[in-house]
């Protein structure tokens, strides 16, 4: 499958540019994952309904 | 005649019922995840097997139809028209990505689907940060990345199992990180990966139908007018029925999948408007994917003989019943009464990708011939023929492979060749037909 009309190799603002928003998502994921720990909230069933199918 | 005639209009209604299973339930009922599964046995009954049956006959006269001229025109009809929505393929799914991700920020609440609870600066971040680095080419990959985090997060806060309802995510990220690639091996691969792994998210969560059919009878018992008159226990089995045939059929040949996506893209917009924006929004990035894969003509050579179809859907249905069922054992229960179904299930996929020809049989097998290398090159000096020429022959033909893969490979396998006395231990080169999954 091709169906992709700009293939042409990158310019450096736009590798920059792309170092750039991928350092920024992995150190926001990293002190986001550090300052709050995920918790297992797996939902407790408060309203089950049972069904006698 | 009345057999018939009932067959008939089993297949027309049972599919409208399952708007029910398509509104993802998990969004709509307070399901507890940790609840035991039915019994295997429990699962088999005869409204069951009637149904299945059904839709094997219905996927082998589909995979019978798209070989014959009328398939093939109808194929060329669909390329011609879905040629414009092709082209933009990227567009469309960036597009799409875009709007998903920004009413997830918008929520605030939500971490990639509306079951999935969880409030953090941190998150919302990303989920804006998506959006604004879908319009440049260059950001791509870290929206990819973002996309990948906010799984991983759902992983760490509600577990893998519940996760696995969703690797269309895993896909989504994927495809966007493949795409800066001017590779276009590697190109083409991230729409057949998400393409899987959408079938995959379709297709894990149907099994819960026939485990769960409690979880689904609420729904339909609060909205009567989609069954159509049928019983509760019917319109389950049957919407689980339908919602596994259309998932398989993704995996399947080009003709074949493009009809399902077409069917699961009406079932999914149909559901939406009886379930409201919770349902739309949540399935807004599903559907768009396939309407790639409805665009998506595919090829001439990825064919398979209609004969597999059924053998492997029914070997499938198997596989992914075993899988579900170890791994509730394995998260929620004891992990030595997971070990049966987990090895049953992997044994069972394991054989539909050694039986079926193409491309995953050709992944499994550089797989197997990677770890038998390995091996090799850590202290085992004498070389096997017959494996090496298996890899070589999976190198120089498979249109996976990079190019320089594929040289070395016919190299080696020229080489190997002369070396070699007896020819019987050299194996197939070519594969005679090409499976498009």
């Not at chain 2, 297949?11 to 399952?18: A, D, E, G, K, R």
């Not at chain 2, 919302?124 to 940060?129: D, F, P, T, V």
């Not at chain 2, 069954?227 to 319109?235: A, E, H, I, R, S």
């Amino acid at each position: 499958m091709s169906v992709n009309s700009e293939r042409k190799p990158f310019s450096v603002p736009e590798f920059l540019a792309g170092g750039i928003a991928l350092a920024t998502v992995a150190l926001i994921a990293f002190g986001g994952l550090r300052v709050t720990q995920p918790q297992n909230s797996l939902p407790t069933p408060t309203r089950y309904e049972p069904v006698s199918i | 005649m009345k057999p018939v005639l009932f067959a008939g209009c089993l297949i027309v209604s049972l599919p409208l019922t399952s708007t029910t299973a398509t509104a993802h339930v998990k969004w709509f009922v307070n399901c507890n995840v940790s609840d035991d599964p039915l019994p295997v046995q429990a699962m088999f009954t005869a409204t069951f097997l009637l149904f299945f049956t059904l839709f094997l006959i219905l996927l082998y006269l589909g995979c019978t139809a798209e070989r014959t001229v009328l398939g093939a025109s109808i194929s060329q009809l669909l390329d011609r028209y879905a040629a414009p929505l092709h082209r933009r393929s990227d567009d469309l799914l960036r597009s799409a990505a875009a709007v998903s991700f920004a009413l997830l920020w918008a929520d605030g609440g939500l971490i990639v689907t509306p079951e999935l609870k969880a409030s953090s600066v941190w998150l919302s971040a990303i989920q804006l940060l998506i959006p604004m680095y879908m319009f440049g080419r260059a950001t791509l990959p870290a929206a990819g990345a973002g996309i990948i985090v906010l799984y991983g997060y759902g992983v760490a806060t509600y577990g893998l199992f519940h996760m696995l309802d969703y690797p269309v995510f895993i896909g989504l990220g994927v495809f966007f990180a493949l795409s800066v690639s001017q590779n276009t091996k590697l190109l083409a691969f991230r729409f057949d990966f998400l393409r899987w792994t959408v079938a995959c998210t379709l297709l894990w969560p149907s099994i819960e139908k026939f485990v769960y059919p409690g979880w689904v009878a609420p729904i339909a018992i609060t909205h009567p007018e989609l069954t159509l008159g049928f019983d509760v226990t019917t319109v389950v089995t049957a919407a689980g029925v339908v919602e596994f045939g259309l998932s398989f059929a993704l995996f399947w040949t080009p003709l074949v999948r493009r009809f399902a996506a077409l069917a699961l893209m009406a079932l999914l917009t149909a559901a939406t408007f009886e379930f409201g924006k919770v349902d739309g929004i949540g399935h807004l990035m599903i559907i768009a994917v396939l309407m790639v894969v409805f665009a998506h003509p595919g090829g001439t050579h990825d064919r398979c003989h209609p004969v597999f179809a059924p053998l492997a859907s029914g070997i499938a249905l198997a596989a992914v019943i075993f899988l579900y069922t170890g791994g509730h054992a394995l998260y929620y229960g004891s992990k030595s009464a997971s070990v049966a179904p987990l090895v049953s299930g992997a044994a069972l996929l394991t054989l539909i990708l050694l039986c079926v020809p193409g491309r995953a049989q050709s992944l499994l097998r550089i797989a197997v011939m990677g770890g038998l290398s390995q091996w090799r090159v850590s202290g085992n000096e004498r070389r096997d023929g017959p494996y090496v020429s298996s890899a070589s022959a999976w190198a120089s033909s498979s249109d996976v492979a990079p190019r320089r893969w594929r040289q070395s490979a016919s190299a080696e396998s020229a080489g190997l060749a002369q070396r070699l006395a007896s020819p019987r231990n050299i194996r197939p080169q070519h594969h005679e037909r090409e499976f498009g999954a």
